[in-house]
């Protein structure tokens, strides 16, 4: 059934103090202890690993020696084990790690030759479990690589555009319930180069302020004004509407020529969902532009896996730009643009990403084509919805568990992203590496994914995840969280709602 939009609530609970007070404790240890070991490295007592400036050039404006380099080189370094560890099989619901160890604390690895086998995967944005290698699923795969090979070589432009990309493109279209749609090679481009092809400079972009880095990249390039609204609080982003509408653009008092409202589906390092009525009632009110990114909602959220255009039971075509990726869901790469036919003809020919970039890879093109036909029904099963039901009930029953066990878990109680907090530096390495040893690969995150104090474990739920595996993670949990101390939970409301100045997140061009 279609859900309240008000019935269920972001959930952002706070920490007690006292985790606050040690978080900020433990980066201050670590960050005396940086500036100490870098001062051992300028005396030449401890060997300097990381890119220097060479000799020659000493006096030239440094290209090495900033913060993050700073933050990189003496507090990352201690935790670097726990990224890019890599995998030598298909990445489902579990896969092989190939184990490596390190002789110089972290700056380089070498493998072992060993490999740590069926390790649960709580990392991949897996949603739906199309991810997968089953010979029977991907026979239409196997023809269309047949027939139009691996490459195209091309640009859709150009002599690259294919019989399949649009058929691609019309199925996107009548999936999402859209006039139109177009398809592009790359998920992170399909933001960053469309958005300077929309907007422009004169123009106003209203962003909130846990956007993906693809959508600031777009809106930076784009050569508009932003301007930064508190996450998911209508009063900010009124009172940005207003202003913009009463003062019009800075210096001259002109209106704007558009104002574009920009946000997420689901947020992909908070797993809250976007408060899409009351947005779309703003966008009416004051007649700005609406863009939608789907990235981690399509396929995903909804009960039939059309994102949260479905879930909040509102007409996807009251959205002006609906923009979403064939990476999560759908176990492919790439993303699409959707909405009005003359929205997407005019990217056709105006966007940097349709213009200049390769046209996507047939068998690709296939297995988004076969995954929206599993998940509408046209395939002759029900195999589409019983992923989709799974992943929601997976989804519920992972995070009621976690709650239950005294975590602080944010976002949404419908959203499979599901963020663990962690908060102190030293334990988010131990919870990565204790949770390797059973079998469990999770993904941990930090500044300056998140903000410095709110380190967390990211877990995304599949529909290919058995209860017994998600049990077996839920154990592994339990335990840990006891021994490493990071149940904090005391079910507190956070004041993470409340209205700010927004006058700090203001940035013209």
Not at 224 to 243: G, P
Not at 304 to 331: A, C, I, Q, W, Y
Not at 402 to 415: A, P, R
Not at 418 to 427: H, R, S
């Amino acid at each position: 059934h279609l859900m309240n939009p008000f019935e269920r609530t972001n959930s952002f609970e706070e920490a007690p103090m006292y985790v606050a007070v040690m978080t900020y404790m433990g980066y201050g240890i670590v960050i005396l202890f940086g500036y100490f070991r870098d001062f051992l490295r300028a005396v030449g007592l401890e060997k300097c690993h990381q890119a220097q400036e060479r000799e020659e050039q000493k006096d030239f404006v440094p290209l090495y020696q900033d913060f993050e380099n700073f933050y990189k080189r003496n507090l990352y370094m201690r935790v670097r084990d726990n990224w890019n560890r890599p995998i030598c099989s298909l990445p489902g619901p579990v896969f092989d790690v190939m184990e490596r160890v390190s002789d110089d604390y972290n700056w380089t690895f070498r493998l072992t030759g060993k490999t740590i086998e069926n390790v649960i995967n709580m990392g991949s944005y897996n949603y739906l479990g199309f991810a997968e290698n089953n010979v029977d699923f991907l026979k239409t795969v196997a023809e269309e690589t047949r027939q139009y090979g691996v490459g195209v070589c091309s640009t859709r432009q150009e002599l690259g555009n294919l019989s399949i990309h649009e058929k691609l493109e019309r199925l996107v279209a009548e999936f999402l319930g859209v006039e139109s749609a177009m398809a592009f090679g790359m998920g992170f481009a399909t933001n960053s180069m469309n958005i300077p092809a929309l907007v422009g400079k004169g123009c106003l972009i209203l962003s909130d302020e846990l956007n993906h880095t693809s959508l600031i990249l777009g809106a930076r390039l784009s050569g508009a004004t932003i301007r930064v609204f508190k996450h998911n609080n209508m009063q900010s982003l009124e009172k940005l509407l207003k202003e913009a509408i009463c003062s019009g653009q800075p210096r001259t008092h002109r209106g704007w020529k558009k104002i574009l409202i920009m946000v997420e589906g689901i947020y992909s390092m908070e797993g809250s969902l976007v408060r899409l009525p009351e947005i779309l009632a703003l966008k009416k009110k004051y007649k700005a532009y609406l863009y939608l990114d789907e990235a981690h909602s399509i396929g995903a959220v909804g009960p039939t896996g059309r994102g949260v255009t479905e879930h909040f039971g509102v007409d996807p075509n009251e959205v002006d730009v609906l923009m979403g990726t064939f990476t999560k869901s759908f176990g492919a790469t790439g993303g699409y643009i959707a909405g009005k036919k003359e929205l997407v003809d005019y990217l056709r020919s105006h966007s940097h990403s349709a213009v200049y970039a390769t046209a996507m890879s047939p068998p690709v093109v296939e297995q988004i084509i076969r995954a929206i036909k599993c998940i509408m029904g046209v395939d002759g099963t029900t195999e589409g919805q019983r992923r989709v039901r799974q992943l929601s009930e997976n989804t519920r029953y992972l995070r009621s568990r976690l709650k239950e066990m005294g975590f602080i878990i944010y976002g949404n109680q419908d959203s499979p992203v599901v963020p663990l907090l962690l908060y102190l530096p030293g334990k988010v390495g131990a919870f990565s590496r204790a949770m390797l040893k059973r079998k469990i690969g999770v993904v941990v995150v930090g500044f300056p994914a998140t903000p410095i104090a709110e380190a967390r474990a990211r877990f995304c739920v599949s529909a290919a995840h058995t209860r017994e595996m998600l049990d077996k993670v839920l154990q592994s949990l339990d335990e840990l969280g006891d021994h490493i101390r990071v149940k904090f939970s005391r079910h507190r409301p956070s004041r993470r709602q409340e209205l700010h100045n927004e006058t700090d997140f203001e940035q013209d061009s």
